[in-house]
């Protein structure tokens, strides 16, 4: 066991997220989102919603600051009853307004979303039911720390 480690994090994606390098992307599909026909690596998080999940990653995993957004959703559909803001949405920013404040969130065309999606490093399947909970995240560098390695 490891301390300061939310216990939704499994070994595999704690693996996938220190692995992954300054630049590459992860995306933290809903439960509806084609994760094995898009992902390379797929991590099954079944039962855990996605803001949870989000929470979770954002605690050991630092947002890429040298882009404009280091974030991305799935654009909603033109028509869709739902709106232009999905309700989830809120919650991702009061998540990133507490773990990366100021960060920008782009909206993505549903199947460019899907292409970029097969270009990440890895692809998180949760148990999100919420309509257009995906979310893109872009790894960016830990700083040193003063007087530290």
Not at 39 to 55: E, F, K, S, T, Y
């Amino acid at each position: 066991m490891l301390k300061g480690i939310s216990p939704l994090i499994p070994p595999d994606l704690l693996k996938i997220l220190a692995e992954m390098g300054h630049g590459d992307e992860i995306v933290i599909g809903d439960g509806n989102f084609p994760a094995s026909s898009v992902g390379n690596r797929v991590v099954r998080c079944d039962g855990i919603g996605a803001p949870a999940l989000l929470d979770a990653i954002l605690a050991l995993f630092p947002l890429d600051t040298y882009v404009d957004a280091p974030t991305a959703v799935m654009a909603v559909v033109p028509g869709d009853p739902i709106g232009d803001n999905p309700p989830i949405w809120n919650e991702y920013r009061a998540i990133l307004d507490r773990r990366a404040p100021g960060t920008k969130i782009e909206q993505v065309e549903r199947f460019a979303y899907y292409e970029r999606g097969k270009k990440a490093y890895a692809v998180v399947q949760s148990g999100e039911s919420a309509l257009y909970a995906n979310i893109i995240l872009k790894k960016g560098v830990v700083a040193p720390q003063a007087g530290g390695v």
